[in-house]
C-alpha cells in the first residue's frame, strides 16, 4: 500500500495546508483511536508539543478526535519528543502523540504517534491507520465514534515537565556531579526550554541558557542543532567548557567543545560507545545509519564492534536496535538512541552521558570530542519535480554503478530520496577527496538531467 500521509517521521508538511489541516488531524485521532481502542478499560491519550504557532490549532483538532472516540487525552504542553514516549509508557497510555516538526522552521509542523509501549509506530501500523482515514470511521461497530455518555475528558497534566526532569537525571551516574562545569545549553527556542537548563543546574552545573524565548516563530531559527554557530560564539564568549545544541523537539544533539568544534553525532556514539565497552556496558551492534561515516566504522571495528546500518531515520534505527538487542544507535545528524534509558532519540539523555565520560576522566571536550578521524564524505542535494522520476531512468542508474565502482571496496555511494520533500540526496565518502568531488558531480548531474 502506497503511503499518503505518514513520511519517515510522522506527517509533516506546512502548517494550514494539506495535510498538516485541522481537518486532517480530527481524522488522524479518530483513525487512530479506533486502531488502538482496545478491551473495556478507560483509554488515555497523552499529547505534546513543541512551540510552534500552529500548535496551537493542531492540538485542539487532536484532542477532539480522540475525545470523539471515547479516549480521555492528557494535555502536557511544550515538552520534548523523547518525554511524550516516556509519559506514554509511564502513564500507561494507549497512545502517545507529538506536535513537532523537529529541527524544520516554524512554518511546518508534524503529528508523531507513539504506541503503549513508547515505540514509534511500524510501517504496517501507519498503513492501518491510514486505511481508516480514507474509507471513514463507521458508525456502527467496534471501530464507531462514542455514545454521547462515553465521550471522553481532556486534562493538562500539570507536573509534566517535572516528571521529565527526574526521569532524565536518573540516567546520569549517581556518584558523579556537574559541579565545577560551565555549559552553554542551546534549546531552540522549542520544546525544552523549560526543562533542560534545569536539569543541568540541578546536577551541579553553571548553566548559560541560549534560545529559551519562544514566540512561536523562531524556533530552530538560527539557533539549536542545525544552526550551531550562536552556541560556539557563547561557549568561547564565556568560557564555557562545553556546549549543547537541541533541535526543536530535543530528540537531536549537536556538542560545541571549548575551542569552538563542533562534534556530530557519529563522534558521539563513538565515545559512548567506547566508554560502553571498556565498562562491559555495551550490547549487541552499534546502530547507525546509511549515512553515518565510514571512520565510525572503521573505529568500532578496531574495538571488535559490530555496526548494523539501516535506512536514515531513528525508527529505523530502533527497530534493528530491538532485532539485534543493541542499547546504542544513532544518527549522524545527532539522533542518539540509549536503550537503556528510553525508545527514541533524546538530546539531553544523551548530553548527560557525554558529560559522564568528562567527568569521570577529567578530560576537556576536545580531548573527547575527537574519537575518530572522519573519512572524507560529500553530501549534494538535488531538487526535482514530483512528478518526475529520475532515479527510474537508465542513465541514472547507469551514472550510479559507475560511481560505485570508481570508490570500490573503500568507499561508499549513497542515494536516497528525501522522506520529507522532493529532494535527491547524493553522498559519497572515501579516503580520495578528489575522486568523490567527481563522483557526487557526476551522479547529481545525471539526476538533473533526467528530472528536467
Not at 191 to 212: D, K, M, T
Amino acid at each position: 500500500m502506497t503511503r499518503k500521509y505518514f513520511g519517515t517521521d510522522g506527517i509533516r508538511g506546512t502548517a494550514n495546508r494539506w495535510p498538516i489541516t485541522p481537518e486532517v488531524a480530527l481524522r488522524l485521532a479518530m483513525a487512530a483511536g479506533a486502531q488502538f481502542r482496545r478491551g473495556d478499560h478507560r483509554h488515555r491519550v497523552v499529547i505534546g508539543k513543541d512551540t510552534r504557532l500552529s500548535g496551537y490549532m493542531l492540538e485542539p483538532a487532536l484532542t477532539a478526535g480522540f475525545i470523539s472516540m471515547g479516549m480521555d487525552v492528557m494535555l502536557l504542553g511544550p515538552l520534548p519528543t523523547p518525554a511524550v514516549a516516556m509519559l506514554t509508557g509511564s502513564m500507561r497510555a494507549d497512545l502517545g502523540v507529538m506536535i513537532s516538526a523537529s529541527h524544520n522552521p516554524y512554518q511546518d509542523n508534524g503529528i508523531k504517534l507513539f504506541g503503549p509501549d513508547g515505540y514509534k509506530l511500524s510501517d504496517e501500523t501507519e498503513q492501518a491507520i491510514e486505511a481508516l482515514m480514507e474509507s471513514g470511521i463507521p458508525s456502527e461497530g467496534s471501530d464507531a465514534p462514542a455514545a454521547p455518555e462515553a465521550l471522553g475528558r481532556a486534562k493538562r497534566l500539570e507536573d509534566a515537565p517535572g516528571r521529565y526532569i527526574e526521569f532524565v537525571k536518573a540516567t546520569f551516574p549517581a556518584a558523579l556531579r556537574l559541579d565545577g562545569l560551565k555549559i552553554v545549553v542551546d534549546c531552540a527556542n522549542g520544546a525544552a526550554y523549560r526543562v533542560a537548563p534545569v536539569v543541568f543546574h540541578e546536577l551541579g552545573a553553571e548553566v548559560i541558557p541560549l534560545a529559551v524565548q519562544p514566540d512561536g516563530a523562531n524556533i530552530n531559527r538560527a539557533c539549536g542543532a542545525t544552526a550551531p554557530q550562536a552556541l560556539c560564539e557563547q561557549v568561547a564568549a564565556h568560557g564555557a567548557d562545553l556546549g549543547l545544541a537541541l533541535d526543536g523537539d530535543a530528540d537531536r544533539l549537536i556538542v560545541c567543545d571549548e575551542r569552538g568544534a563542533l562534534v556530530d553525532g557519529d563522534q558521539i556514539m563513538a565515545l559512548i560507545a567506547a566508554s560502553w565497552a571498556e565498562a562491559g556496558r555495551l550490547k549487541g551492534p552499534v546502530v547507525a545509519t546509511v549515512m553515518s561515516n565510514l571512520g565510525l566504522e572503521r573505529f568500532l571495528s578496531e574495538r571488535g564492534v559490530a555496526l548494523t546500518r539501516t535506512k536514515v531515520g531513528d525508527r529505523y534505527v530502533v527497530e534493528a536496535m530491538r532485532d539485534s538487542g543493541a542499547n546504542l544507535g544513532g544518527e549522524q545528524s545527532g539522533h542518539l538512541v540509549l536503550g537503556d534509558y528510553g525508545t527514541t532519540g533524546d538530546g539531553l539523555v544523551a548530553a548527560l552521558q557525554v558529560l559522564a565520560v568528562m567527568v569521570a576522566t577529567g578530560r576537556p571536550m576536545s580531548a573527547l570530542g575527537r574519537q575518530f578521524e572522519p573519512v572524507p564524505q560529500l553530501l549534494h542535494n538535488v531538487r526535482f519535480e514530483t512528478a518526475s522520476r529520475p532515479l527510474e531512468t537508465e542513465s541514472v542508474r547507469q551514472a550510479i554503478e559507475t560511481g560505485a565502482a570508481r570508490l570500490g571496496e573503500g568507499g561508499r555511494l549513497v542515494i536516497r530520496p528525501s522522506g520529507t520533500e522532493p529532494v535527491i540526496r547524493v553522498m559519497a565518502e572515501g579516503d580520495d577527496p578528489a575522486l568523490i568531488d567527481a563522483v557526487v558531480a557526476d551522479v547529481a548531474q545525471a539526476i538533473e538531467a533526467a528530472a528536467r
